[in-house]
């Protein structure tokens, strides 16, 4: 197999993403093979977290961020992350967000990029992403503000 860089492999995996349904990563290295592109497990998720591809909670298929609609005049990271967050709580600094499974990646992508001044980090599991929220910040103040921002209540 020929040896891309990494800006050819990623305009390829643009172009893929936005020309056919692209369910999970398996689907996405086969048709990097079909443009005989190797790439491994890791490179992907590095692609695909630099390119900013999320999963629609609706169709199950990766979508670029400028894909994302705005049906309610927020930015597309922020209206993706209300597609995505189905529950807000929290303890001490910490805040928990809980997602449908398979989800709370794409949320704590959506976090990172909002860049969220409280959050000093994320952590994501399946279904729950893991806020930490800075010392001198209220973990309470932040996630009823979170679920304003996503329509949620606890």
Request: aromatic share 4%.
């Amino acid at each position: 197999m020929a040896r891309w860089n990494k800006r050819q492999r990623q305009n390829l995996i643009r172009r893929i993403v936005s020309e056919g349904e692209v369910f999970s990563q398996e689907e996405l290295r086969s048709e990097l093979e079909k443009h005989s592109m190797d790439a491994t497990q890791a490179t992907l998720s590095r692609d695909i977290s630099e390119l900013g591809l999320v999963k629609s909670s609706s169709t199950g298929t990766y979508q670029l961020p400028e894909n994302l609609t705005e049906h309610t005049g927020l930015p597309a990271l922020l209206e993706h992350l209300r597609q995505l967050v189905r529950e807000v709580d929290y303890s001490g600094n910490l805040v928990l967000v809980k997602t449908a499974p398979g989800d709370a990646q794409a949320a704590g992508e959506r976090f990172d990029h909002l860049d969220f001044k409280e959050v000093a980090g994320t952590l994501a599991g399946d279904d729950t992403l893991l806020v930490v929220i800075r010392e001198r910040h209220s973990a309470a103040r932040f996630a009823r503000k979170l679920e304003k921002m996503v329509g949620t209540k606890r």
